[in-house]
């Protein structure tokens, strides 16, 4: 069985509310990102680093696009633009993530409406990052053609 691993790590000094940690992947991308309580619970700028739930919106966002765009290649379609923003629910009371609502726009010649909303409920199905969050977080998606 052919197996990928990724890499990161993360630090911590302090304690929860005062501290302060930082977050780094073998990508690159993440290196020395900083994230704290302020960062994950009351600042939803992001202007202070980043947090764990806004990192798995940003993951199901890039993997969802990428699952429509080869479930559009399967089916001979090439899109000429496609863009998803994902919007991550947190309960705070229990800290559960509770949903996660995927809305993607596409520019794709030769398609219609219906068949747009018909390949992004498929490429749902088939998100690497989908599959690993359904059934316990609801996972809706809006598709719309421009």
């Not at 765009?69 to 919007?87: D, F, Y």
């Not at 229990?94 to 747009?116: E, M, R, Y």
């Amino acid at each position: 069985m052919a197996q990928a691993k990724r890499r990161a790590s993360a630090t911590w000094e302090g304690g929860l509310q005062d501290g302060k940690g930082s977050l780094s992947a073998t990508g690159g991308v993440l290196n020395n990102t900083p994230f704290s309580f302020k960062t994950r619970f009351l600042s939803e700028d992001g202007s202070a680093g980043t947090n764990p739930e806004e990192l798995i919106a940003a993951a199901h966002a890039g993997c969802f696009t990428m699952a429509t765009g080869a479930t559009m290649g399967q089916q001979g379609i090439v899109p000429t633009h496609l863009e998803t923003k994902s919007v991550l629910t947190m309960d705070m009371d229990t800290l559960s993530i509770t949903a996660i609502d995927l809305t993607i726009t596409g520019t794709v010649p030769g398609i219609d409406q219906a068949k747009f909303e018909e390949i992004a409920n498929e490429a749902k199905k088939n998100c690497v990052i989908s599959r690993a969050l359904a059934p316990s977080i609801a996972l809706t998606v809006t598709a719309t053609l421009v």
